[in-house]
């Protein structure tokens, strides 16, 4: 008999309300309303490897400081990173804290990107029907408002587009760009069946108020839109922009009311990761859009390190909850160029899943999920075809983008077996162990499908694993 536990922690709650960024030495005399003031975090905000190791000179070791000035020299992007953020890491342990990891690479830390990495993994530009625009669903498309962001994020899935560029790649221009606006609106007009309007970046808290104001109204002087939801990880970068930019906010609201009026949704996706980043400054910050009836959902990403554990993700989902968010997606992280030692494994997100579920709301509870690599979109987690986890290949279909194509993410090198990590050394296994997941995704679709009934529209029966026959007479359990 398992033992039945009630979780009465409540942890969650006890969020910090102190002056932490004064622990910054070149920031110790800075009082809460100038640190509130988003003009002082956007004038501050770091944004040369030279800052940040001038920040650092007297809190770290010299070993460290040597690792972050190495990690720049290799990191493939540069870096962002508001007072708020800085001023939240632990510099007394800086190599575990979770947001060193997210944003400061070291040089230590770095890992051979996976084999099967490619430049653009989600292939988003090839489902462009004009440039910054995504659309590779029937309803919703993605619109890439511009290309800056309030902070570069290590494992950023548009590494492609965002940052200025260095040395590995030119990057997709996407300024800020009025008539490259209108081709898009022009597109989304034209384009009856497109219900949802994903405006991201870049990231939209880089709009000024009159550009939301702009894109807001935009959209909906478009009949078919129904949904616009803008993405930022704004609120959890620099909180207090909710708190003092009134502009911004204020512009926001009134597309939304106006969203409202004509029964039209405009919210907010944001991203926050770790449960420390939601301070008693984000609860305030938040309070103002719940205030104001703006709803704000969360996407995470299973960063190794930060979130890659159950208690660890509990906290972050319960706190979201808590600061009226509602955690929607959880990714496992994409293959991105030079961040291999941020990702994690499929059956990590299997794990952390099974321990989320039931520990609050199940509509405050987030789905796991893979952006398929190639194009095949997200996926949640538990739906592959096969999963080898000697190799970490997991192998996905998307009905809804190409009913044919099979989709394949793989887990790091690294977290594999002996076995599996001898294979991928090897690059003349490389095509075998994808035709092998492919095959064996193929019959196990087979079988699987001999259960269902298309037409009848329901399962007839769950097949489990070794019992299957595949010319097993299933009209018989249909009564
Ligand atoms: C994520 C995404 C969307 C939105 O998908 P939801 O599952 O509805 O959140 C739309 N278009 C593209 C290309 C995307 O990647």
Not at 390 to 414: I, K, M, N
Request: glycine share 6%; aromatic share 10%.
């Amino acid at each position: 008999m398992g033992k039945s536990k009630h979780d009465f922690d409540t942890s969650h709650r006890d969020l910090l309300n102190e002056p932490f960024w004064q622990r910054v030495p070149a920031w110790k005399d800075v009082d809460e309303e100038t640190f509130l003031d988003w003009t002082w975090q956007a004038k501050n905000t770091v944004t040369r490897p030279q800052q940040v190791l001038k920040l650092l000179e007297d809190i770290v070791t010299p070993e460290f400081l040597e690792d972050v000035r190495q990690g720049f020299r290799r990191a493939s992007m540069s870096v962002r990173v508001s007072p708020y953020v800085f001023g939240l890491i632990d510099w007394d342990q800086p190599y575990t804290d979770p947001l060193r990891i997210q944003f400061v690479p070291l040089a230590s830390r770095f890992t051979k990107d996976h084999p099967m990495l490619r430049f653009d993994s989600l292939c988003e530009q090839k489902d462009s029907p004009v440039p910054g625009l995504t659309h590779r669903y029937s309803d919703k498309a993605l619109f890439l408002a511009m290309d800056t962001c309030t902070v570069y994020c290590r494992y950023c899935t548009r590494s492609y587009a965002v940052g200025s560029d260095t040395e590995d790649y030119e990057k997709m221009q996407l300024r800020v760009n009025r008539e490259r606006w209108q081709v898009a609106f022009d597109y989304i007009r034209n384009t009856p069946y497109l219900e949802d309007i994903v405006i991201s970046g870049g990231d939209t808290y880089q709009l000024k108020a009159d550009q939301v104001t702009e894109i807001g109204h935009a959209l909906l002087d478009i009949p078919h839109i129904r949904r616009i939801r803008f993405a930022t990880k704004g609120p959890a970068i620099m909180p207090m922009k909710l708190l003092t930019d009134h502009d911004w906010v204020d512009a926001l609201t009134e597309v939304m009311e106006r969203g409202r009026k004509q029964n039209v949704e405009v919210c907010i996706h944001t991203h926050f990761n770790h449960p420390k980043e939601i301070t008693d400054i984000t609860r305030r910050a938040l309070g103002v859009l719940f205030e104001r009836g703006i709803t704000v959902r969360n996407q995470s990403v299973l960063v190794r390190g930060v979130n890659d554990s159950p208690e660890i993700m509990k906290q972050l989902v319960r706190r979201l909850a808590y600061v009226n968010v509602h955690p929607y997606y959880v990714y496992v992280h994409d293959l991105v160029k030079g961040a291999e030692d941020l990702r994690t494994t499929v059956a990590t997100a299997l794990a952390i899943e099974k321990v989320v579920r039931g520990s609050t709301a199940g509509f405050k509870t987030p789905t796991f999920v893979v952006d398929a690599p190639g194009g095949g979109g997200k996926r949640d987690a538990h739906s592959f075809e096969h999963y080898d986890r000697e190799t970490g290949v997991s192998v996905y279909r998307s009905p809804s983008v190409d009913a044919d194509q099979y989709y394949f993410y793989c887990d790091p090198v690294a977290l594999l077996p002996e076995s599996g990590q001898k294979r991928w050394a090897d690059p003349s296994q490389h095509d075998l162990i994808l035709k092998e997941a492919e095959e064996a995704a193929r019959s196990a679709q087979l079988k699987s499908e001999s259960f269902y009934r298309p037409g009848s529209g329901h399962l007839v029966r769950l097949p489990s694993a070794g019992e299957i026959e595949p010319d097993e007479d299933v009209t018989s359990h249909t009564g």
